[in-house]
């Protein structure tokens, strides 16, 4: 069996094994409001894929209507996202309340998202999926370790400023900076690659967006994120997020089987991402048994 599915296996028989209360009522504990060091997720269960926890939001990125230059607007028409209701289904009408982009999912194998093709999900994308990212705040950057793809994020904070727009050599993860404001930790990013999507809807960028992150450690074990996409060429004003949270794990939360903690090593291997494409999104896009 590959890596891709026996990942997927071993995920579930680590989800079961694991304590389900994990987001259950604490005692109320002191905290710094500035040491986000630590493993942070918004997970239903802690990890695993699946859904977000009750007050973490959803993988979207917002529920307000973003406005569309012509220019962006065509972007967002040429994305084909398989996440969100499906187009042209009764559910889909049932939701007028929600933008287009929830509601025009179509299967894999129609699509045209490239995270399939393990193409890297880029900033705010990674944020919202609901797996662990592990925080390392060191003296001069701060060290995002996403879970899912197995990808590693440097946030500067030594005083740098962030590149001339547009850059040489765009990043699948952009050119990012911090400092703090209050107890608000702030980064700002650009330098973005353009094939990244916002969220898993679809909502494209272009090579102008310049992403704002305001990171507010709110108690001992909750995390909150509003983020804003700046990007006049797409969006004809700032577009904000809804808030997004995240829950602390404790250290040895996540496990092997054999006991080894830690972040899984869930990366993305195009040989065996290629297999589990034919063997199960193309054959379930395309009604195949």
Same mark, same amino acid.
């Given at each position: ?9 071993? =995920? ?12 259950? !009522?604490?005692?109320? #504990? ?38 569309? /230059?012509?220019?962006? #607007?065509?972007?967002?028409?040429? *994305? ?5 209701? !499906? &187009? ?23 699509? *045209? ?8 999900? =880029? ?8 797996? $662990? ?22 946030? @500067? ?16 993860? =952009?050119?990012?900076? !911090?400092?703090?404001?209050?107890? /608000? ?11 990244? @999507? ?9 090579? %102008?967006?310049?992403?704002? %992150? ?7 074990? /909750? ?8 990007? $006049? ?14 829950? &602390? ?10 006991? @080894? ?29």
């Amino acid at each position: 069996m590959s890596n891709r599915l026996t990942s997927l296996v071993a =995920g579930v028989a680590i989800m079961v094994a694991a304590s389900t209360t994990v987001w259950s !009522a604490a005692p109320k #504990q002191t905290f710094n409001p500035k040491e986000l060091s630590g493993i942070w997720s918004r997970n239903a269960t802690g990890f695993g894929g699946g859904g977000t926890c009750k007050e973490c939001g959803d993988r979207g990125y917002s529920m307000s209507f973003p406005e569309f /230059t012509p220019e962006g #607007q065509a972007a967002f028409d040429k *994305n084909i996202p398989s996440y969100g209701r !499906a &187009l042209g289904s009764a559910d889909a009408a049932a939701h007028p309340e929600e933008h287009i982009g929830r509601r025009r999912s179509q299967p894999p194998a129609l699509g *045209n998202d490239l995270y399939g093709t393990c193409h890297p999900m =880029g900033v705010s994308r990674g944020l919202l999926y609901p797996d $662990p990212i592990e925080f390392h705040l060191l003296n001069d950057r701060l060290i995002q370790h996403v879970e899912w793809r197995d990808s590693i994020r440097t946030i @500067w904070m030594d005083g740098r400023k962030l590149p001339t727009l547009p850059v040489d050599l765009p990043r699948w993860w =952009g050119y990012s900076v !911090a400092h703090w404001e209050g107890d /608000t930790l702030v980064v700002e990013s650009n330098g973005h690659d353009e094939r990244t @999507w916002i969220d898993y809807f679809g909502y494209p960028h272009s090579d %102008e967006l310049k992403l704002t %992150e305001r990171y507010r450690r709110i108690n001992a074990d /909750t995390l909150e994120l509003v983020m804003v996409v700046n990007d $006049p060429k797409f969006y004809k004003k700032p577009w904000a997020s809804d808030v997004k949270r995240f829950k &602390l794990l404790p250290k040895d939360f996540i496990k092997t089987p054999e006991g @080894w903690a830690g972040l899984l090593e869930d990366i993305c291997a195009p040989s065996e991402e290629l297999e589990f494409n034919r063997l199960i999104r193309d054959p379930a896009g395309l009604g195949h048994n």
